[in-house]
C-alpha cells in the first residue's frame, strides 16, 4: 500500500493514506492485519487520530482480538493518555472468559504497575481474581511476587506465608501445589527468623508433597524424560520449568519487526485459539 511519486520517487503518504482508508473501510473490512498496518503507518506520520480511527474500525468489525486490544491501549499510553490505556485493558479483562481472563488480568496488572504507578490498584483486582479463580497457578504466583518484590519494602514474611498456605488449600493439582510448597521451603530459609517455621515447613513437605515430586520423577523416567524437558507432566499442560503451551501469549513472537507474517496472523487471530492452555512457571 506504498505510493511513491513518478518524479521523485518519494512516498506519497497522502494518497498511500487514501490506499488504506479505502481497502479498510470497504474492501478489507474484517482483515486485522491491514489495519494494524495503517494504524502504524498513520501513528509513525503524526496523525493520532487516524490511527485510532482504524483500530477502532476492526475493534468494532471484530471485537476482542488479542493483538488490536493491545494495540489501542499502547497507542494511548503513546499518546499521553495512560487512563484511556488502562480502561481499555480492564474492559478486556471483564469482557474475558477461562484462559484469556487470567491473560487479560496479568496485562491490566502489570500497566497499573508500571505505566499508571498504582499497584495497590492491581493488587486489589488480582486478589479478586485469584479468589475467584483457585486454580490458576500464574496468578497465585505473580501474587507472591508482587508481594516479595515491593521496591524499597521489607518483605513481609507472614503474609508471604499466608499466600503460600491459600496455594496449598486451593484448588490446583497436587503437582502445582507440591511446586509451592518446594517454593515455601526455598522463601522461608530466605527470609524467615523462625527455625521452627522452616521445619514445619520442611516437614510438612516430606509428608504430602514429596511424594507428589517423586511420583513425578517415576512418571517421567518410565516415559524416558527429565526434568526441565518442554513436554507435559500433567494433564493440565505444566511443566517444571516453562510453559509448553503459550499461545496468546506468546501471539508467535508477537513482532512489530517482523511484518506480522501471514501463519502469525491465522494463529493470533483465532478465537478458537485464545481458550489453549498456557505454561506454568
Known amino acids: ?6 518524479s521523485t520517487g518519494e512516498l506519497d503518504v497522502e494518497e498511500t ?34 490511527a485510532r480511527e482504524a483500530l477502532n474500525h476492526i475493534d468494532g468489525t471484530m471485537p476482542g482480538l488479542i493483538a488490536v486490544t493491545l494495540r489501542r491501549a499502547g497507542l494511548e499510553r503513546r ?27 496479568l496485562k491490566y496488572l502489570n500497566y497499573c504497575n508500571f505505566i499508571l504507578g498504582q499497584p495497590e490498584v492491581g493488587e486489589k483486582l488480582l486478589e479478586e481474581e485469584v479468589e475467584a479463580n483457585q486454580n490458576s497457578m500464574r496468578l497465585y504466583a505473580k501474587l507472591l511476587d508482587m508481594q516479595n518484590y515491593k521496591p524499597h519494602s521489607p518483605v513481609d514474611v507472614t503474609k508471604a506465608v499466608t499466600i503460600f498456605q491459600r496455594a496449598l488449600e486451593s484448588k490446583l493439582s497436587a503437582e502445582e501445589k ?10 522461608l530459609e530466605e527470609h524467615s527468623d523462625s527455625i521452627e517455621a522452616i521445619i514445619i515447613a520442611y516437614q510438612d513437605h516430606v509428608d504430602n508433597w ?3 515430586e517423586q511420583k513425578r520423577a517415576d512418571q517421567a523416567k518410565e516415559k ?4 526441565g524437558n518442554k513436554q507435559s507432566w500433567t494433564s ?10 503459550q499461545p496468546q501469549l506468546q501471539q508467535q513472537n508477537y ?18 485459539q485464545q481458550q489453549q492452555q498456557y505454561r506454568s512457571y
Open 79 to 105: 499518546c499521553g493518555n495512560t487512563q484511556q490505556g488502562a480502561d481499555i485493558l480492564l474492559a478486556a479483562l471483564t469482557a474475558s472468559k477461562g484462559g484469556t481472563r487470567e491473560f487479560w488480568t
Open 255 to 272: 513482532n512489530y519487526q517482523a511484518g506480522y507474517q501471514q501463519q502469525q496472523q491465522q494463529h493470533w487471530y483465532s478465537q478458537q
Open 224 to 227: 524416558k524424560l527429565v526434568p
Open 210 to 212: 514429596k511424594p507428589v
Open 236 to 245: 493440565r499442560g505444566y511443566s517444571a520449568n516453562s510453559y509448553s503451551k
Open 178 to 187: 507440591a511446586v509451592f510448597s518446594h517454593r515455601r521451603l526455598t522463601f
Open 17 to 50: 493514506s487514501k490506499i488504506y482508508r479505502r481497502a479498510c473501510m470497504t474492501h478489507l473490512a474484517k482483515k486485522p492485519q491491514i489495519h494494524l498496518d495503517w494504524a502504524a503507518f498513520e501513528e509513525r506520520r503524526g496523525q493520532m487520530e487516524v
Open 1 to 6: 500500500a506504498v505510493v511513491s511519486t513518478q
